[in-house]
């Protein structure tokens, strides 16, 4: 290099792979571990805070010393190269490492990573990201001492070779030989992956907690679901589908056609996500908290360093599975698209229902979306559904769900009960403001919003 490229590097300032120091020191070993950690970059010695060039006292011996001392204090062994340019009676020393291919480096028993133009010590889930990343292989993959074959279900194995084949797949191995050859069982050994997907019994490594809440502090309604992962996601539906609201659109064909209070696809999508890419080595839970507004999903693990979430909603970022075994086995369930490009699917079905776009944020140690209804409706409904329903006014609107047309008489002979009590059931539903008339009583039709029971 020469003084003129020294002088373009100083121009530009300081970035992910380029930092500036008055004088070698412990601060510089640790950029260079941070460097080693990220993508490489250069240290360039005999610059000042002002970012002005004014040289070190140094020579090439004392430039060897200066490698031998990062070599003695990183593991595994950091060699930068180093290139001496002369400046006045003094020079500037550029010391240049290259991406580690064995990760993570520390210095000390510390390590760092390079985010934007600053140093960052890892976490302890970091660095174990970090070492299996450079293996490429993740925490799902290992199998795990803990669990024997018989801590799985063969025959929920057996439903998802059957999910494959009937998507085209051609599987004829029976369970055991199925997870072996897709590395979910090996040496006689589960991993963690085939663990979570088809454990036996219930695992409080899986535990979602579930919530209906009317304020921050009211809980109408609360589950939990310690299943399977893959039995997961139809549970958490289950419960979502439970507590949001549905209005039934009269269309004049043969059946009605239901309107969600929020987009299916995209709440599916959310949450084979939540359960696919959590961090199932933490101790937190996810938590799903449904408000008559709005759902918050909440899931440990937050996104990778690399990614912002203005990367995320711009599809700016290659997708770097936290569980690659699981999700790239629910990619061939059909449960997810492996390459990224489900937050894009979400964001166009909010889009599309001309609901308020879903919010992403890492919080605390994990990561959370927020969905939006757009209005207060659902806490108004919320007040007035559930608990405060008879079970006839449950049994009412669940024919009426099934026939907008049914009449009283017909209401009556169905339930049990006398038409005047239809009628009186049916009078504290319209007061309610969940059921009301269209039309005359003869040749008219019910129309309702509610929640799905």
């Known amino acids: 290099m020469t003084l003129l490229d020294i002088s373009k590097l100083v121009e530009a300032g300081e970035n992910e792979r380029l930092e500036f120091k008055t004088s070698f020191n412990i601060e510089t070993i640790e950029t260079l571990v941070a460097f080693a950690n990220t993508y490489g970059g250069k ?14 006292n ?8 200066w490698i031998n001392e990062i070599k003695g204090k990183t593991a595994p062994p950091l060699i930068p190269s180093a290139e001496i340019i002369p400046f ?26 390079r985010v934007v133009n600053s140093n960052h010590l890892m976490d302890i889930n970091e660095v174990v990201n970090v070492h299996l990343q450079s293996f490429n292989t993740s925490w799902d993959y290992h199998a795990n001492n803990q669990f024997n074959i018989e801590a799985v279900s063969l025959e929920k194995v057996q439903k998802s ?3 494959i084949n009937r998507s085209g797949g051609f599987i004829t191995d029976d369970p055991l030989t199925f997870l072996i050859k897709n590395d979910l069982v090996r040496d006689n050994k589960l991993t963690n992956a085939a663990y979570l997907m088809f454990t036996e019994k219930e695992t409080v490594l899986t535990t979602i907690e579930l919530g209906r809440f009317q304020t921050e502090t009211i809980i109408k309604d609360s589950s939990r679901t310690k299943s399977d992962i893959l039995t997961q996601i139809e549970e958490v539906l289950g419960f979502i589908k439970k507590h949001i609201n549905k209005e039934i659109i009269i269309t004049g064909q043969a059946r009605n056609q239901p309107k969600w209070q929020y987009p299916l696809e995209a709440i599916r999508e ?12 933490s101790s937190s839970d996810s938590i799903v908290k449904i408000y008559g507004h709005k759902i918050e999903f909440y899931n440990p693990g937050r996104l990778p360093s690399t990614i912002s979430v203005e990367d995320l909603l711009s599809n700016n970022y290659k997708s770097t599975p936290r569980n690659k075994l699981i999700a790239d086995f629910c990619k061939s369930l059909g449960l997810i698209e492996k390459y990224g490009s489900g937050i894009q699917r979400i964001m166009e079905s909010f889009k599309n229902a001309h ?17 939006f209804s ?18 006839n006014q449950e049994k009412i609107l669940q024919f009426i769900e099934k026939d907008a047309y049914i009449s009283l008489s017909q209401l009556s002979k169905s339930i049990g009960i006398s038409q005047t009590a239809v009628e009186n059931n049916i009078k504290k539903l319209k007061d309610l403001g969940i059921l009301k008339r269209i039309g005359p009583a003869k040749g008219g039709y019910w129309e309702m919003m509610r929640k799905n029971s």
């Not at 959310?270 to 080595?281: E, G, P």
């Not at 609901?355 to 969905?371: D, K, W």
């Open 43 to 56: 240290v360039v010695i005999g610059i000042n805070h002002k970012n002005e060039i004014v040289g070190v």
């Open 58 to 65: 140094t020579n090439e011996e004392s430039v060897q010393n």
């Open 88 to 113: 006045k009676e003094k020079s500037i020393v550029v010391l240049s490492i290259q991406e580690y291919p064995i990760k993570p480096v520390s210095v000390r028993g510390k390590y760092f990573k």
């Open 161 to 163: 070779i059957d999910v």
């Open 270 to 281: 959310i949450v084979t996500n939540m359960i696919v890419h959590r961090d199932y080595r």
């Open 355 to 371: 609901l308020p776009a879903p919010e992403f944020r890492n919080i605390s140690e994990g990561f959370m979306v927020t969905v």
């Open 374 to 391: 757009g209005d207060k409706l659902g806490d108004k409904l919320g007040d007035k559904l559930g608990d405060k329903l008879g079970d």
